[in-house]
Nanobody
């Protein structure tokens, strides 16, 4: 069983920055492909960013490309989401997800149903 725990959410003004962290345990971290998703009130959950177990492959939603950066530190069992130039429309609960499929490869996943383990979520609120 893999445990996933997010941290780093909060309230920030538009144009500001936040860094989310996600710690995963229960399996060799580099065997896990990781992803960030978000869900705003009244909306469906949407893909934000993903990174392969090796860290060499990443992908972003068009809405965050150029503003958000996903990275991972396999020595610390942690994946990060650096969010810059935040906009009010970025307000949502952000979820971290993990999957061991295609372990240790450069494969990344952008659909929620491709992930097996989820964190509890962390709230990000961007004020205008």
């Amino acid at each position: 069983q893999v445990q996933v725990v997010e941290s780093g959410g909060g309230l920030v003004q538009a144009g500001g920055s936040l860094r989310l962290s996600c710690a995963a345990s229960g399996r060799t971290f580099s065997s896990l492909a990781m992803g960030w998703f978000r869900q705003a009130p009244g909306k469906e959950r949407e893909f934000v960013a993903a990174i392969s177990g090796t860290g060499f492959s990443t992908r972003y939603a068009d809405s965050v490309k150029g503003r958000f950066t996903i990275s991972r530190d396999n020595a610390k069992n942690t994946v990060y989401l650096q969010m810059n130039s935040l906009k009010p429309e970025d307000t949502a609960v952000y979820y971290c997800a993990a999957t061991p499929r295609s372990a240790f490869t450069g494969t990344i996943y952008i659909r929620g149903d491709q992930y097996d383990y989820w964190g509890q979520g962390t709230q990000v609120t961007v004020s205008s």
